[in-house]
């Protein structure tokens, strides 16, 4: 389940402990095997203070649904959630960072890598690649209709579950793009 | 822009310090005048560390768009994020926490509060409710197209921007409510 829920999510929030506290940052990332992996600019200030051996947190949250319920104190929502603790590993090898470029964009938008034009050298080493090996992890999920308190039952009000997800809207062409091209299958209808 | 982040967001994802390390947790939220609300089971352990002059950090995360370059390196995402700082106070007076309770519901489905049975003092000793002065805050945000290299801009692919949101499927009513009753309208094409 901690997979599942790392494959369906779109950002991992990762909490880190800094000088001044503690820092929560949203991260595109993708998983590969038991590693959570990401990425960014080498240049950026906070991405640069995770060394290897540095541990994190990275939670990933997929709302489900809103609980309505009789009460306002039975709200609630549905979720899946999946919070892993490790610590991170620069990854430093051209292979081992192409290999990640690719798993990130395909966790992003499955279909897309075969359509880029890929990595070149330069860009490999202008980008910081992290690997952070899950060592533990613990995954919390509600479902179903909301649970009021037994009298609340007969109160008026409609109750049930608002169903969520992440949708797109129509896709907008670059207008940098010359002349017309088909929007390709996996940027219509893209849900997470 | 930091207020309207955080007026238009569902969940917030919330750095604190354990003796064990840092641990981000996903809660619900809502925003009174410049202190953020938090709440929980006061029986809940994690929620039980929080006490007055607790640092956090409270991050919440806007998701517009996917960014679709020619090369896999420009790809991005189009997002708006918050991110705030600044220590917990534990609401203790009985009038402070309805308020709570009340912000906390209409920020999560507007229109809600008065279809449903208001919380008693029970429930309201049950809960406890944190409110977090803003002390320190900061947005991050990207809009537009992708921004390939230039030469890259000759390239075949199609580019552009997938537009994202939060948005409702079809209500279900719960199977424990009496009869047919018409879905409120905060209930249909709900989005965030």
Request: net charge negative; hydrophobic share 45%.
């Amino acid at each position: 389940m901690a997979y599942a829920i790392l494959d369906e999510g779109l950002v991992a929030h990762v909490g880190i402990e800094t000088t001044n506290g503690v820092i929560v940052m949203p991260m595109t990332y993708a998983r590969l095997g038991n590693d959570v992996i990401l990425h960014g600019a080498a240049a950026s200030r906070w991405l640069g203070s995770l060394e290897t051996g540095t541990p994190i947190c990275v939670r990933v949250t997929l709302l489900d649904g809103l609980v309505l319920a009789r009460s306002a104190f039975a709200h609630s929502m549905n979720y899946r959630s999946l919070v892993a603790f490790g610590a991170v590993t620069v990854v430093t090898d051209a292979q081992g960072k192409r290999a990640a470029f690719e798993a990130l964009l395909e966790h992003l938008v499955p279909g897309r890598w075969d359509d880029t034009r890929q990595p070149n050298d330069k860009e490999i080493a202008a980008t910081t690649v992290l690997s952070m090996p899950i060592l533990e992890a613990s995954v919390k999920i509600r479902t179903g209709p909301p649970k009021d308190a037994a009298r609340d039952y007969e109160l008026p009000c409609w109750a049930g579950v608002v169903p969520l997800a992440i949708r797109s809207d129509t896709a907008m062409a670059d207008p940098m793009m010359p002349g017309e091209r088909a929007v390709p299958a996996y940027a219509v209808d893209y849900r997470r």
